[in-house]
């Protein structure tokens, strides 16, 4: 009971001062042109003191950016757990299925986002100006339904017999089986695959962002890059970080749930 | 010709024979009991009949019917319970009763599972998970499941293996209760000789494995309802107890060691994705860490 306080929150403390001391020694000998924390704190103020702030198309407050990334994962993560869902469940319940496709999503589970970015802008050319969005959203979905993919294969296969049994015995339809039977006994790992599958959508967006130069966090810190404004471009990493924390930590609340139910 | 029979069924996994020739014949509502070691065959038997599996070579009939799938005429209340855990008590019943009674009305399904969660008294727990329920209740759940679905005949796999001596007992009444209420046909599994003579009218070992068949059919001439009590001294029940225990033991000719394997129930834990998988991963057993449970198994030296 004593250490509670101390285990979360003076450790971490400690912890972020280490890194503090580190950055600013970092600053004053080896990498002189990385802004100095104060320095970071000052030029950023405005965009964390005014988060909703709009000043023009790539200068508004961080919280606004952020919202727009996320609105653009939410569209993205969606669309991987529509499409990964049901391929889970079709690589779980045949084996004919698995031995066609595994293979195929061995080797392009690893592609890097980069790499699918612009087979996305590719692909919708012919959207006009909706080619970047579109192309963004591609790219999230095809590199974050991975871990949906398999982990439901993973849930569909983990299925003990003996559910499946009662299913055989109670001679429930196919409708019933896949609701009353299938889905439930495998949402925990379901619910796995999707918490890892939005730390990757979120992962792939700023790259998403940066190389087409949309508005968001990836976007903006692009943007400051090239202006030369690179303390915006630490404030970019911390937000882009805390973000991705706290989507997983509520991702994982979630999955807790499943879990023990 | 009787009313369920089993004529020369053998039954093998890939090349591993597990049952051979096994015979039965069970009469409408008489009560059998098979008794068999653990790893003889036994649930691999009573699947048989369920239909679940099928037989590599032989027959098995009901009414005179080929059984080749599995069906609600035959009720089976399996070794591990087999309740559904996202579902309440309640809920597991209305899932068999929905399934086996579709042209009811929703509020006559509602009152048949009341009825037979009544019936073994689990009224206070309809609205509980299994998971927070005992040993003894979700066998219970398991048994009332299955009356609710009222079948011809019941399959009872070692129902109360898993449970501690008294609950065992308790249960054991129950049993009995249900059957001179309901006079169902029933075939008990069960690795407890004195557990097959108190409940059932024929007791039949098993042979050990692999390749194990029936034993000669042992009457057993007490008549219901029985007394746990005096049937202990009851010299029919002592001799009947002794041929059946000799029986087994000359059954077991080769010598068998026990090992305990791990049951896994029912439940589950997400695979860690950081470990490399390879294109066989399928194959790979998923980790089910909570509920495991030991089961001694027999194997020859
Ligand atoms: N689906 C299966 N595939 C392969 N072997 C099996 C299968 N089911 C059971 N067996 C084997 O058949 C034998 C009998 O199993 P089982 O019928 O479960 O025994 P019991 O219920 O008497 O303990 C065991 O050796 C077991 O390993
Ligand atoms: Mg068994």
Redesign the pocket.
């Given at each position: 009971m004593k250490s509670f306080k101390f285990d979360w929150l003076v450790l971490p403390f400690i912890g972020i001062a280490v890194v503090m001391l580190l950055w600013q020694v970092s600053c004053a000998t080896w990498a002189k042109d990385l802004p100095t924390p104060s320095k970071t704190w000052e030029t950023s103020k405005p965009y964390i003191m005014e988060p909703f702030a709009k000043r023009g198309e790539m200068d508004q407050g961080i919280l606004r950016f952020t919202w727009y990334s996320l609105i653009l994962v939410a569209k993205g993560y969606a669309l991987a757990l529509i499409i990964g869902t049901p391929i889970g469940f079709f690589l779980g319940l045949s084996k004919t299925f698995t031995k066609a496709f595994d293979p195929i999503i061995q080797v392009l589970r690893p592609v890097s986002p980069l790499a699918w970015l612009p087979l996305g802008l590719v692909l919708f050319m012919g959207a006009g100006k909706n080619a970047s969005e579109l192309g963004a959203l591609f790219t999230i979905a095809v590199c974050s339904m991975w871990p949906t993919v398999l982990n439901t294969a993973v849930g569909v296969r983990a299925i003990p017999q003996d559910y499946l049994n009662v299913a055989k015995v109670l001679k429930l339809s196919r409708r019933k089986t896949l609701f009353k039977v299938l889905i439930p006994a495998s949402l925990p790992y379901m619910f796995t695959g999707f918490r890892l599958s939005l730390g990757i959508a979120w992962l792939v967006i700023v790259a998403a962002e940066m190389l087409t130069g949309r508005p968001g966090v990836g976007g903006f810190l692009w943007q400051e890059y090239n202006a030369l404004i690179y303390e915006h471009i630490i404030l970019c990493i911390i937000t882009i970080g805390v973000v991705g924390f706290i989507l997983d930590r509520l991702m994982s609340v979630v999955e807790k749930k499943f879990k023990t139910a | 010709m009787a009313y369920l029979e089993l004529k020369n069924v053998s039954k093998s996994?890939?090349n591993?024979p597990?049952l051979k020739d096994v015979n039965l014949s069970v009469e409408s509502g008489e009560f059998v009991a098979i008794v068999?070691?653990?790893?003889?065959?036994?649930?691999?038997?009573i699947s048989l009949i369920a239909g679940l599996l099928n037989p590599t070579s032989g027959l098995v009939t009901l009414n005179g019917a080929v059984i080749t799938a599995p069906g609600p005429d035959r009720g089976i209340v399996f070794?591990n319970y087999s309740l559904l855990p996202w579902l309440t008590v309640f809920e597991n019943i209305l899932l068999a009763v929905e399934a086996v009674f579709p042209s009811w009305s929703a509020e006559q399904q509602k009152a048949h599972v009341e009825k037979y969660i009544e019936m073994v008294n689990l009224t206070p727990a309809r609205n509980k998970k299994p998971s927070e329920l005992s040993g003894g209740m979700r066998q219970r759940v398991s048994v009332a499941r299955t009356l609710a679905m009222e079948p011809q005949i019941l399959l009872l796999d070692?129902p109360l293996s898993a449970l501690d001596a008294l609950t065992r007992a308790t249960l054991q009444d129950e049993i009995a209760r249900i059957r001179t209420q309901h006079q169902k046909t029933i075939v008990l599994i069960t690795n407890d000789p004195d557990e097959g003579i108190y409940l059932a009218d024929r007791i039949i070992p098993l042979t050990a494995?692999?390749s194990a068949t029936l034993g000669p059919s042992f009457e057993v001439k007490i008549p219901h309802p029985r007394d746990r009590k005096s049937i202990n001294h009851d010299e029919h029940f002592k001799q009947l107890r002794r041929e059946i225990v000799d029986f087994m033991l000359g059954s077991k000719s080769e010598r068998h060691t026990a090992i305990t394997k791990k049951l896994i129930l029912p439940d589950i834990e997400p695979e860690d994705l950081n470990i490399p998988r390879s294109m066989t991963a399928w194959r790979k057993t998923p980790i089910r860490k909570r509920e495991q449970k030991e089961e001694a198994?027999e194997v020859k030296p």
């Open positions: - | 996994f890939g591993s597990v068999g070691f653990s790893g003889a065959g036994k649930t691999t038997l070794q070692e494995g692999p198994v």
